[in-house]
């Protein structure tokens, strides 16, 4: 994958035992963080991140500084890294880097933070292209995703942009990526991945392919282009009605919705659909300038954070674009970040309706900050609140002014979607995959909640999990040991005296 999207799952906490080392140099790293933002030298820059979008710089002056942290937890994780040169018994293997990301990983995970990261300096540049709309590599959106069937977390591909190579050699979405020129991804980050699929223009990687219907892998070979990330689609639906899917919020976002805008307009556009279905996210900067077009003046978004209270981020009045026809704001669960942002600034300013489905409810705000031996501190500084107040945190997401049912033909095809992983289920459920089972049955309940027997074999496979951990804490282990011993006791005991083996 070469452009990243962090799925809107929990992910798994991996190597906590990482938390145990660290480089001496963390020592420094943490006084230069608390010395260069009194000095303003290193200027952090402020995100709205959707699961997988990339900040763009912009300098900030916090109002006020967070008070002096203790050091005593970096110096027993120094301590533990002098001990660890000191006694490991193969020191060779002791890699200064490995051992700093690995101590800077376990940290943030230990946050329970899923947006809060390191990138490592090799990571940052291709982190950053991402704000600008172009990059070389592929043009595939990545994420990471739960194989369906096996349960294990996946390099996947969530989305393909038109006429790129991805598209050009037939890659879908749901791709799940198991080997990048050979190397198996097993335990391979995201970051990872996009640092191997990118690169230069004109040279090729081969990526292997795992697709669900074809019962073997296969092999693809992409040349790598210059990619140009869409911003949008937009058309007429018919004469008077006109349409734009916002697909990303980055710098060219609100400069090329406002182009077609007057595109639309020009074609006799009299209303507008502004469809935000899917869309993750990104910039913050682009969210209120996307809002900005729509709305002439008040406030946009409230940002809440430690360092710098509250901040009210205003309309830009210059970016107006005087749009008075009936519009509506399509959503749906996966409208995440500042997709939220844009959808509560129109619905509370009256400007939109806002239909479809409750959003994702990724209610944070990141800031990125570079850091003094190269890389940058992704970090969750502040949450955000429409211009009414409305905490899209607490509501786990923003409610539509009215839900749009599925057509028919729609619910025709999650239908068949949920048979097929209801009899997936069921298959896995006979040969006592209870994990997999539930999986399956659980996709075949959010496709089709009518579905009597899906619900049913659900619950009781939940029942049979439980139950088999209730098993499993009675230790039969140690059971079977105990009934080994006994049987070993009773055939040490003597014989006794004047006993016989013959019948009276």
């Not at 946050?111 to 982190?127: A, I, N, S, V």
């Not at 900067?285 to 996307?290: C, G, S």
């Not at 006592?432 to 909640?449: S, T």
Request: hydrophobic fraction near 35%.
């Amino acid at each position: 994958m070469e452009q990243q999207s962090v799925a809107p799952a929990h992910p798994k906490v991996r190597g906590a035992f990482s938390l145990s080392v660290a480089l001496l140099v963390i020592l420094s790293f943490a006084a230069g963080y608390q010395i260069g933002n009194r000095r303003n030298e290193l200027t952090p820059f402020r995100v709205s991140l959707g699961p997988g979008l990339v900040p763009l710089l912009q300098e900030q002056s916090p109002t006020r500084q967070p008070s002096q942290p203790s050091l005593r937890p970096i110096e027993r994780l120094a301590e533990v890294y002098l001990r660890l040169q000191q006694y490991f018994y193969s020191p060779d293997k002791l890699d200064e880097n490995q051992l700093t990301y690995g101590a800077i990983g376990g940290l943030l995970r230990a946050t329970g933070d899923q947006y809060t990261r390191y990138l490592k300096p090799e990571d940052l540049e291709q982190f950053t292209t991402r704000s600008h709309g172009e990059y070389e590599g592929i043009g595939a959106e990545l994420t990471m995703a739960v194989d369906p069937v096996t349960g294990e977390e996946r390099i996947t591909i969530m989305s393909v942009f038109p006429e790129q190579p991805a598209d050009k050699a037939g890659l879908r979405p749901l791709d799940r990526i198991i080997k990048i020129n050979g190397k198996p991804t097993d335990g391979m980050t995201l970051d990872q991945a996009v640092s191997m699929i990118r690169g230069p223009r004109g040279t090729t990687v081969t990526l292997t392919i795992q697709r669900d219907g074809i019962p073997e892998p296969f092999d693809v070979t992409l040349t790598r282009e210059r990619i140009q990330i869409p911003v949008l689609q937009k058309r007429m639906l018919d004469e008077k009605v006109g349409y734009i899917r916002l697909l990303e919020f980055n710098e060219k976002s609100a400069p090329e919705l406002s182009k077609a805008l007057d595109e639309l307009k020009n074609k006799g556009a009299e209303a507008l659909i502004l469809d935000l279905r899917g869309n993750p996210g990104g910039l913050l900067d682009a969210a209120v300038e996307v809002a900005s077009l729509f709305v002439q003046k008040g406030p946009i978004v409230t940002v809440k954070s430690r360092t710098e209270g509250e901040q009210v981020f205003e309309a830009i009045p210059s970016l107006y674009k005087g749009w008075k026809g009936p519009m509506v704001v399509l959503v749906d669960n996966r409208s995440a970040s500042a997709s939220e942002i844009v959808a509560g600034a129109l619905k509370d300013h009256k400007v939109a309706e806002v239909l479809g489905e409750k959003t994702f409810g990724k209610a944070s705000v990141q800031t990125v900050v570079n850091l003094r031996g190269g890389g940058a501190l992704i970090v969750t500084t502040g949450s955000y609140l429409t211009p009414s107040g409305y905490d899209i945190h607490a509501n786990k997401g923003l409610e539509p002014d009215r839900k749009l049912e599925p057509t028919p033909e729609e619910r025709q095809h999650n239908s068949q979607l949920a048979s097929t992983w209801l009899e997936r289920g069921k298959q896995h459920l006979q040969a006592k995959e209870l994990e997999d089972a539930l999986i399956c049955f659980g996709r075949a309940r959010q496709l089709d909640r009518t579905n009597k027997e899906v619900v049913k074999l659900f619950n009781e496979t939940v029942a049979q999990l439980v139950e088999q951990e209730r098993n499993r804490t009675k230790d039969s282990q140690l059971e079977q040991v105990k009934q080994m011993l006994l049987k070993k006791l009773n055939q040490q005991k003597p014989v006794q005296a004047g006993s016989t083996a013959s019948k009276p």
